[in-house]
């Protein structure tokens, strides 16, 4: 009778998962229903809401036909071995708060931060508050990432969570898509906050559908999920990454893993931004722009990944 309880119970989770568009192996799942794929947990009450997803293997990058291919975006398979949680959304100012408000994440830094321009003179009249509470939480520079995932560690007594790597968050972004974009292979202003279609024009904001945020983040949740019931993956925020900058493709991990190295100039940023161009929007589009001390960037905010037991 007990065998049989057991038996039932992993059939009835396989068949809630599949429901929810997660293929997987009843092995590969954690042994417990917090953590199987497609479930929703939160360790905390000001901590992200995690999504598990799938163990699997995808080609990451870009076949040289998609418009806005690079080199540095050559197709090559990436294996993971074991299921694992992405955020839900981007971090949001609430989140963050909590985190300042204990004294673990240096909230003044980031708040002078903001209000200095890329000149490095004061914004003054100029700064712009896109708004706080469910927005995504802007401006920190890679290492106050890393303060922040340092806190939810020690709130929560785990040691799991951290940023994603590069093939981690396009694994998530394409959420079993071989399309440009996790909605297809067109840009759609219905499913993103992104900035102008043409790639020529200078930066700033772009309309359409659902898109009414112009040169200002739309709150987490505004735009339709992928399959994988995650949000803002493609467009509102760039989003720090764990990894150094590696052009070389035939050097990246293929299981996944960071690419690392002691030393590294810059880290990576996966996603979009509101004012950013269609180019970057692709699930492919690779950036390593920024040192990770630099702090202020009105359009740069963090997810989070957990490694599961």
């Known amino acids: 009778m007990i065998r049989f309880r057991i038996a039932s119970l992993i059939v009835a989770v396989t068949a809630l998962a599949v429901a929810g ?3 997987f192996s009843t092995h590969a799942a954690p042994a417990t229903a917090r953590h199987a ?11 992200p809401e995690m999504v598990v997803v799938p163990a699997g293997s995808f080609l990451m990058g870009s076949p040289a036909s998609e418009t806005g291919h690079r080199d540095s975006e050559a197709q090559h398979r990436v294996t993971f071995k074991k299921p694992f949680a992405v955020a839900k959304y981007t971090i949001t100012w609430d989140q963050w708060m909590a985190c300042v408000r204990d004294r673990g994440c240096d909230g003044q830094a980031v708040e002078e931060a903001l209000r200095i321009g890329q000149d490095g003179k004061p914004l003054g009249a100029a700064y712009v508050d896109h708004g706080r509470g469910n927005r995504p ?17 020690r709130k929560t007594g785990s040691t799991g969570y951290r ?6 968050f396009e694994y998530a972004q394409r959420a079993g898509t071989t399309t440009t974009f996790p909605w297809g292979d067109k840009a759609d202003h219905n499913f993103a906050n992104w900035g102008p279609e043409d790639d020529v024009k200078p930066l700033g904001p772009g309309f359409g559908g659902r898109d009414v945020w112009g040169m200002q983040t739309a709150p987490v949740g505004s735009f339709p999920p992928n399959a994988w019931g995650l949000y803002d993956m493609n467009g509102n925020v760039y989003q720090w990454i764990e990894d ?3 052009p070389d493709v035939t050097k990246l991990p293929t299981d996944g893993s960071a690419q690392v190295e002691v030393g590294c100039r810059t880290r990576g940023l996966k996603s979009n931004s509101f004012e950013s161009h269609t180019n970057s929007l692709r699930s492919a589009n690779r950036s390593f722009p920024y040192a990770p001390t630099l702090r202020g960037r009105d359009y740069l905010s963090i997810r989070v990944a957990k490694t599961l037991p």
């Not at 940023?163 to 981690?168: P, T, V």
């Open 163 to 168: 940023l994603l790597s590069e093939s981690e």
């Open 137 to 153: 939480m802007v401006g920190e520079s890679w290492y106050d990432a890393q303060t922040y995932v340092g806190w939810l560690n």
């Open 244 to 246: 150094c900058n590696q």
């Open 21 to 23: 568009g997660f293929a």
């Open 37 to 47: 794929v497609g479930a929703h947990f939160r360790d905390c009450a000001n901590c």
